[in-house]
């Protein structure tokens, strides 16, 4: 009965050693499976949304040919490639539109939207206030004025810097920086948007219009009078700009943009919508 009863408790000992050798196995899998989880939990929630699943986007859309409302929809390389960014980042997006000087104080601030895109250049007064993404496009300066007129190709330089003259510029752009840093003489008068810009210049309100080139060539199509007197490789920087307490959320973009440009995204949006 002795030797009975040792033999039961050594079969037991070795069952529940057994369970207990497979519980501790299953439990190191299970183990290394959850820190897995919750750090994917961890790097989503590691950077701060105004909406949760939403990358909120302020954009000020009369910017064709990056931004623009067509029947009420968003359209434009920007609104594409924000929509593509979103997309890697697991997100829905969805766009807000602001006043174009107002959405840098809207991401900064916060509450409003969590990135901007609206054709903003990597610029230093800027980059005090937001972080900017990496670049993904570059643009130059233009200068546009009506056919026929006294501002030509030749003179351009000399006779827009004088009094009298009046450039439209698009309030906030370095459109506006590079007219009042190079025709000082001139009046810079700043408007909402490009579509206004050019109204003015075509009504006579304004002798030319400075803006990126690829927003002048698109404008261009509809204001068929107009024409440029000057490109200036300026080579602009535009990228994603992002609150500055909100690093996790640039660093997950720039991921997002790498992916785009290697698998020729980038370029697709550019054929698009660019030509």
């Keep these: 009965m002795q030797l009975k009863k040792w033999a039961a408790l050594a079969a037991a000992g ?8 497979f519980g501790c196995s299953s439990g190191d899998n ?14 989503a929630a590691s950077y701060t949304l105004v909406k949760e699943g939403t990358l909120t986007v302020g954009t000020s859309p009369d910017y ?22 979103a997309d890697e980042l697991g997100l829905e997006c969805e766009f807000k539109t602001l006043q174009f000087d107002g959405i840098i104080p809207a991401v900064a601030s916060g509450g409003q939207c969590d990135v901007g895109v609206s054709g903003f250049s990597v610029d230093p007064k800027r980059a005090k206030e937001v972080d900017f993404s990496d670049t993904y496009y ?12 006294s501002i030509t190709k030749d003179n ?3 006779a827009l810097n004088a ?46 219009v400075i803006t990126n080139k690829a927003v002048v060539e698109k404008m261009l199509e509809a204001y068929t009078e107009a024409e440029i007197v000057k490109s200036v490789a300026t080579g602009e920087e535009y990228a994603i700009v992002v609150a500055k307490d909100n690093p996790q959320l640039t660093a997950a973009i720039n991921e997002a943009i790498a992916k785009l440009e290697a698998d020729g995204t980038i370029e697709e949006l550019k054929a698009k919508n660019l030509g």
């Design 14 to 21: 070795a069952l529940a050693a057994s369970l207990a050798l």
């Design 30 to 43: 299970g183990a290394s499976d959850q820190p897995k989880d919750q750090n994917n939990d961890a790097d």
């Design 64 to 85: 064709p040919p990056f931004e623009n409302l067509d029947n009420g929809e968003y359209v434009g390389f920007d609104i594409d490639l924000a929509k593509a960014v």
């Design 138 to 149: 570059i643009d130059d300066q233009a200068i546009a004025v009506m056919q026929g007129g």
């Design 156 to 158: 351009v330089d000399e």
């Design 163 to 208: 009094e009298g003259m009046i450039i439209a510029v698009q309030t906030g752009t370095t459109g506006a920086d590079y007219a009042a840093e190079n025709f000082p003489n001139a009046t810079v008068q700043g408007f909402g948007n490009s579509t206004d810009c050019f109204a003015a210049m075509q009504s006579g309100q304004a002798n030319a």
